[in-house]
């Protein structure tokens, strides 16, 4: 199925851009190229080959002192150092007035548009404009000042609006939007540049602004049939977009009741958090109220990591409520896969909280969560709490450990 164009000004209507285009060979483009060299070598009895083309090396050169396909401008140069053609070109952008010049790059522009080689059409309309906004005076002199300004006017507003579809095709949505944007003010009945920027707008998921481009464009041009459908498109992904805002905000006001509510809890259990510029990643695991988030009756639950300090070992519970006890989790969790020695068994071992002053309290197995937490002495850093977990053959060497290390 064929797509809707939207065509730049001045184009070319015979020429079909659903079509596929055209794909040459490499081969065939040489050929093309040296057609003419190749017609003269035969007819004065050349025997460079039936097909009058060199070969090897010979054909290179030839190759790299053509304009189109020279790759080396230190051996493009003939015996006497000149290069007619590559001179010729370079002449050919001073040749003409302003205007003239800017025309021969809006042509190559379109033709570029029609082949959908779309960053040789902004190159082609950005040179155009280049020479139009110059203040360099090495241009051919118009015979008729007030037509050439008239021409220049006009070719300033064509190469933006062109320049803009390519931008909207490359998806330089913001680059489209300032190219429109430069076009309405030389000229606000510019339906292109409305539905352009309207485009763009609606890329960027600007809808109330492109649904009031589009509305513009149509007071200008009320039977555009491809405006008409960027409106309703438009109006459409508004909705969309106005629908999925509102549930955001929602949730976003359930999440922010959620936190007060639960600051209010903790401050009413005596609980202290506090952060840390290295807060590790917890994942979805967090402190929570359940089973209703928003009811400060709710039991608080929270993160836990057992820490066997004295083998380097860990453990993580995501969800430990305030009234479970060490030994509720203890009693799943041993005996330790790494426990060869079977060190660590409910009733030989000792648990300990750190503490905000930077030391440690012991905690029996049958103290709740809550009891360890709200006593006034200890802290719960980035949303997780650390419980020691120690043998108790190696609790006084741990303790001094801690000591040392805190002393130091």
């Known amino acids: 199925m064929s797509r809707i164009e939207e065509l730049p000004d001045d184009f070319d209507e015979s020429l079909d851009l659903n079509a596929a285009p055209v794909k040459t060979s490499l081969e065939d483009t040489l050929k093309a190229a040296l057609a003419g060299q190749s017609s003269n070598a035969t007819s004065n009895g050349s025997n460079e080959g039936s097909s009058g083309l060199k070969t090897g090396k010979n054909m290179e050169e030839i190759v790299n002192k053509t304009p189109l396909f020279m790759s080396d401008l230190d051996n493009a140069a003939d015996e006497d150092g000149e290069n007619i053609q590559l001179e010729a070109l370079k002449a050919l952008q001073y040749e003409g007035t302003k205007a003239e010049i800017a025309q021969g790059f809006k042509d190559r522009g379109n033709e570029a548009i029609a082949e959908k080689h779309w960053q040789d059409a902004r190159e082609f309309y950005s040179k155009g404009l280049a020479v139009l906004t110059s203040k360099e005076d090495q241009w051919e002199k118009p015979t008729d000042k007030t037509k050439e300004d008239r021409k220049q006017r006009e070719l300033h507003e064509i190469l933006r609006v062109n320049r803009a579809m390519a931008q909207l095709e490359l998806k330089n949505y913001r680059s489209t939007i300032v190219d429109c944007l430069a076009v309405l003010k030389l000229n606000p009945k510019n339906v292109k540049a409305h539905y352009r920027c309207g485009a763009a707008l609606t890329a960027l998921e600007k809808y109330s602004e492109a649904i009031d481009t589009c509305e513009k464009g149509l007071e200008l041009d009320k039977s555009n049939i491809a405006m008409q459908k960027l409106l309703d498109k438009a109006k459409a992904a508004q909705k969309v977009f106005d629908a999925r805002n509102a549930r955001r905000k929602v949730e976003q006001q359930k999440k922010e009741r959620e936190r007060l509510i639960l600051a209010t809890a903790l401050k009413a259990r005596g609980i202290k958090l506090r952060g840390s510029e290295k807060a590790p990643n917890l994942d979805d695991a967090e402190i929570r109220l359940e089973p209703d988030p928003l009811s400060p009756e709710s039991e608080i639950v929270f993160p836990v990591l057992l820490l066997y300090p004295m083998h380097e070992q860990s453990d993580f519970i995501k969800a430990f409520k305030e009234t479970e006890t060490i030994a509720d989790h203890l009693a799943y969790i041993f005996p330790l896969p790494w426990d060869a020695q079977g060190m660590y068994r409910q009733g030989s071992v000792e648990c300990y909280v ?42 006084r060497k741990w303790i001094s450990e801690v000591k040392a290390k805190k002393g130091g």
């Open 354 to 395: 750190d503490t905000a002053k930077g030391g440690v309290i012991k905690a029996g197995e049958e103290s709740s969560l809550l009891e360890l937490l709200g006593n006034g002495q200890t802290e719960v850093i980035d949303g997780l709490v650390r419980i020691h977990i120690v043998p108790s053959a190696l609790a």
